[in-house]
């Protein structure tokens, strides 16, 4: 199934609520350091519920040992910055969707080396700046999921 990738995630109750959203979309999410609070934080394990046991969770010490590591995979760069919609896109199962943290998005420097194609946004309204993370993560996940008629 799907790939989530966190880069640098901030915020515990966001990074929870992911871990049951991949949890019940039965998607691998991948958490690369640094995180801004600690896996056993009070507020990421409530956000989470009793899902953490359900998810499949792996960690990275950096970007390149994560990228390294999924080299053979698609990687979908989500981001307000994006240069396309993301309901464009056919995905794969085994694509990687990855996320910035949420006071700042991924870097320039990485969504400038990916091929447009891989450069994916969520639609708003003008003048607004961003969704919630874990919002952002539940509606991209769930429309590439959908075209795989949720198999």
Sequence with gaps: MFH???????IPPNTGNIIRLCANAGSTLHLIH????SLEDRQL?????DYHDLANLHQYSTLDQFRAAHRNRRLFACST???VEYTRPQYRPDDVL???PESRGLPHSLLDELSTEYSIRIPMRPGNRSLNLSN???IILY???RQLEFA
């Excluded at 640094?34 to 609070?37: I, M, Y």
């Excluded at 394990?45 to 519920?49: E, M, N, S, T, V």
């Design 81 to 83: 910055r994006g240069r």
């Design 34 to 37: 640094p995180l801004g609070f």
């Design 45 to 49: 394990r409530r956000a989470g519920l």
């Design 4 to 10: 989530v990738a966190l880069y640098e995630p901030e």
């Design 143 to 145: 429309e590439a999921w």
């Design 136 to 138: 952002a993560v539940a």
């Design 98 to 100: 990855l996320f910035g």
